[in-house]
């Protein structure tokens, strides 16, 4: 299982990768398409691995109960699909 850390470096290497195509091949658009796919899902995994187990130490805690009632419900839409 990848860490958080080996998440994020793999979402900078994808972006690289897109500034290259940009350069060098503007004109491929096939290859430039998947990669933005490639990166919005691992952006969407990250975005929820990190909400799923940072949230009750990082946030839940110190909120009122409304105020996390309302952060769950960002959560949610955040995460959803």
């Known amino acids: 299982m990848k860490t958080i850390e ?7 290497g994808q972006l690289e990768g897109i500034k290259k195509m940009m ?3 503007p004109d491929d658009c096939f290859a430039l398409l998947t990669q933005m796919k490639a990166i919005k899902s691992a952006v969407s995994s990250l975005t929820e691995k990190i909400l799923s187990s940072e949230f009750d130490r990082c946030l839940g805690s ?3 109960p409304e105020k996390r009632l309302k952060m769950e ?3 949610r839409e955040i995460i959803k699909k």
Not at 6 to 12: E, G, L, M, S
């Open 23 to 25: 350069v060098k091949s």
């Open 73 to 75: 419900g960002l959560f």
């Open 62 to 64: 110190r909120l009122t």
């Open 6 to 12: 080996q998440r994020i470096n793999n979402i900078i």
